[in-house]
T-cell receptor
Framework: ETGVTQTPRHLVMGMTNKKSLKCEQH?????MYWYKQSAKKPLELMFV???????ENNSVPSRFSPECPNSSHLFLHLHTLQPEDSALYLC????????????FGPGTRLTVL | GQQVMQIPQYQHVQEGEDFTTYCNSS?????IQWYKQRPGGHPVFLIQ?????EVKKQKRLTFQFGEAKKNSSLHITATQTTDVGTYFCAGPLPNSGGSNYKLTFGKGTLLTVNP
């Protein structure tokens, strides 16, 4: 148990669907992250939030929309995805941005049909 | 751009053999971290090295941080089947705007062990 939970664990969606991934951390951390992990690009950083403020957006397509309502919760809203977006989406948190160990959630395995 | 490079990408060993993965940064790092991801699992933090030339041990695992703080290695002595997984190194590199640091991961080394 890492203190970071993610739901759902598995998701299958069509290209016209809208879905959301949820992440919650119970560690009192100030920074939260979304990563995409696929066979081609392991651990690709997507978004970074520090105290609910987005501090990094690594040229991610607009069909991925993050939301951080408070320092414990992080969402990734998905719409009109492509099959190449199929991957493992990992959420992580750390004490502060840029340093300190990161605690990862179990991930959401996303398949886009 | 600045990056963290890791070799080899894959390593297959017989149980009982030793294993080493190497990590190199294009720039000096304030610290380096190592993570392990079991097949089907998520990355789990193993250790952080901070000092130049630092060596830390965890049972059969030995971690080293280079004198110039630009490279690191993870060595496993007498591998076991429980060591199977992908080992990632990660170091804080400046973000694109230079205003902050982001933990940048290497591509990882996938270790498989033949019993």
């Amino acid at each position: 148990e890492t203190g970071v939970t993610q739901t759902p664990r598995h998701l299958v969606m069509g290209m016209t669907n809208k879905k959301s991934l949820k992440c919650e951390q119970h560690l009192g951390h100030n920074a939260m992250y979304w990563y995409k992990q696929s066979a081609k690009k392991p651990l690709e950083l997507m978004f970074v939030y520090s105290l609910e403020e987005r501090v990094e957006n690594n040229s991610v397509p607009s069909r991925f929309s993050p939301e951080c309502p408070n320092s414990s919760h992080l969402f990734l809203h998905l719409h009109t995805l492509q099959p190449e977006d199929s991957a493992l989406y990992l959420c992580a948190s750390s004490q502060y941005v840029g340093g300190g160990e990161q605690f990862f959630g179990p991930g959401t395995r996303l398949t886009v049909l | 751009g600045q990056q963290v490079m890791q070799i080899p990408q894959y390593q297959h060993v017989q149980e009982g053999e030793d294993f080493t993965t190497y990590c190199n940064s294009s720039t000096t790092l304030s610290n380096i971290q190592w993570y392990k991801q079991r097949p089907g699992g998520h990355p789990v933090f193993l250790i952080q090295l901070v000092k130049s030339g630092e060596v830390k041990k965890q049972k059969r695992l030995t971690f080293q941080f280079g004198e110039a703080k630009k490279n690191s290695s993870l060595h496993i002595t007498a591998t076991q089947t429980t060591d199977v997984g992908t080992y990632f190194c990660a170091g804080p590199l400046p973000n694109s705007g230079g205003s902050n640091y982001k933990l940048t991961f290497g591509k990882g080394t996938l270790l498989t062990v033949n019993p």
